[in-house]
Structures are given as structure tokens and as C-alpha cells.
């Protein structure tokens, strides 16, 4: 209420940097606000990783994956530590077709 309050106190004395920081304040203090930005998929594999995960289970490289996806090996290597992280994966030696096909088959449901 406070933060509403000193926007609308802001705002009429034209301190537009002033009312928007409280604007922003605001934003983040209220769940019901929409977020900007790509939509996250929490504990879910999103769709790049799974491509990726695809790949690294059948032992490529992270340039081989790299070069068929047209990614940097950087963009591959960040995408494959955070797959191995959201599958509870020690390392990318444990991965395979059949481990990827049962996990997306039980996230599915």
C-alpha cells in the first residue's frame, strides 16, 4: 500500500524515474502480475534440451551437436550441464536413448 501510495505521490511531483521504480517494486511483490520474458519450464526438459540430450546420448561431441543444430559448442555445453542437472545425472556417460525415453515417457503423464 505503501509502494502505491509513493507512486501516485511520484507521479504528480513528475519524477517519472521515481514512480517507475516503485512501479517495479510493485510488479515483483505481486504474484498475479504477468512476468516478461520466454516462458520457463521449471524441472521440464525444454524442447533444445531434449534435441540436444538426444544427441549427447548417442556420444556426439559438443561440437559434433553443435554442428548439427547450428548452436555454439558453448550454447551445448550450458544446455547439456542443465539437462543432466533437471535429470539427476552425475555426467553425460550415463546417458542414453533408453534413460531419455523413459524419463520424457514419465513427464508426460
Same mark, same amino acid.
Given at each position: ?35 516478461? /520474458? #520466454? ?5 521440464? %526438459?525444454?524442447? $533444445? ?5 538426444? @544427441?549427447?546420448?548417442?556420444? &556426439? ?8 543444430l547450428f548452436l555454439s559448442a ?6 547439456? /550441464? #542443465? ?5 539427476? %545425472?552425475?555426467? $553425460? ?5 533408453? @534413460?531419455?525415453?523413459?524419463? &520424457? ?5
Open positions: 500500500m505503501a509502494l502505491s501510495a509513493a507512486e501516485s505521490a511520484y507521479r504528480t511531483l513528475n519524477s517519472v524515474a521515481d514512480a517507475q521504480r516503485c512501479r517495479r517494486s510493485l510488479a515483483r511483490c505481486d504474484p498475479g502480475t504477468p512476468r516478461r /520474458g #520466454r516462458r520457463g519450464y521449471g524441472q521440464a %526438459l525444454s524442447p $533444445r534440451e531434449i534435441e540436444v540430450v538426444r @544427441l549427447a546420448a548417442r556420444n &556426439l561431441t559438443n561440437r559434433e551437436i553443435a554442428g548439427k558453448r550454447t551445448v555445453e550450458v544446455h547439456v /550441464g #542443465r539437462a543432466l542437472q533437471k535429470l539427476d %545425472l552425475p555426467s $553425460r556417460s550415463v546417458l542414453s536413448e533408453e @534413460l531419455l525415453r523413459e524419463h &520424457l515417457s514419465t513427464t508426460k503423464r
